[in-house]
């Protein structure tokens, strides 16, 4: 993976269709048409000196080496900047620590179902909170942030009239296996929960949807409950089957 790093100052007009609300100008296409340049390298920061000129900045030793240059572009002309690459700063930086994956205790209830689609299908419906509504049975409401789903990502839901706080804990993504978990609380009940969905491959378009629940209290919740939410879970994955067969 490269990285590249283009920055232009300039003005942006916002275009407005309906909700949407697009941008646009000649300097959103100059920033734009500048990610064709001539940098001899892959991995550089980019700035035109409507954003800034390197020799009003600060050069503290070990800086990078800025270089000035130009690109030709049709309907804009030349344009002027400045770009340093990133070469020996990145050979630079350490690699990250080996991420410790923590080992969570799945449950022993669970239901389960075979579905002919591709396992990154089925997982991406089963993240996507914005969908729940639509195969988590006996769910009313989903309330999430407006924003990209993410380990850490707090979300709440009412299931059956209960309100349940959720965080999503562990993604583990693998080529053939994808473990997915959150952990929850009913708050009308103080019990606190784990839910955690096992996807495996089973072919390039065939994969294998558990889910398993486990309770994180001791005593755990009546076994009536723990039976229910079972069968609901059971309609839920018929209906993940459903739409991931649908054609």
Same mark, same amino acid.
């Given at each position: ?46 700035? *035109? ?10 050069? @503290? ?7 000035? $240059? ?26 990250? @620590? ?19 689609? @591709? ?57 053939? /296996? ?28 065939? *994969? ?12 755990? /919740? @009546? ?12 309609? $839920? ?11």
């Amino acid at each position: 993976m490269s990285l590249r790093f283009v920055a232009h100052h300039g003005t942006v007009h916002e275009i407005k269709v309906l909700q949407f609300t697009k941008c646009s100008g000649l300097d959103m296409v100059v920033a734009h048409r500048l990610l064709k340049n001539r940098v001899p390298s892959n991995e550089y920061i980019l700035a *035109t000196h409507s954003c800034f000129d390197v020799p009003s900045l600060k050069q @503290p030793p070990g800086s990078l080496a800025w270089q000035r $240059s130009s690109d030709e572009y049709p309907a804009i002309g030349s344009v002027e900047y400045q770009y340093a690459t990133l070469d020996g700063v990145k050979k630079a930086i350490a690699d990250p @620590p080996r991420q410790i994956n923590p080992v969570i205790e799945l449950g022993d209830d669970s239901v389960a179902v075979e579905i002919d689609a @591709p396992m990154l299908e089925v997982y991406q419906l089963v993240i996507d909170l914005d969908q729940r509504t639509r195969w988590l049975s006996g769910v009313e409401r989903v309330d999430r942030p407006a924003i990209t789903e993410r380990i850490g990502l707090r979300h709440g839901c009412i299931f059956r009239g209960l309100t349940v706080e959720w965080v999503a804990v562990k993604s583990d993504i693998g080529d053939d /296996a994808i473990t997915y978990v959150e952990e929850g609380r009913i708050v009308e009940k103080d019990l606190p929960a784990r839910a955690s969905y096992i996807l495996k491959r089973l072919g390039e378009r065939r *994969t294998y949807l558990q889910f398993r629940m486990k309770w994180l209290c001791s005593p755990e /919740a @009546p076994r009536e409950m723990t039976d229910l939410i079972l069968a609901d879970f059971r309609v $839920s994955l018929e209906t993940i089957k459903t739409l991931c067969e649908k054609p």
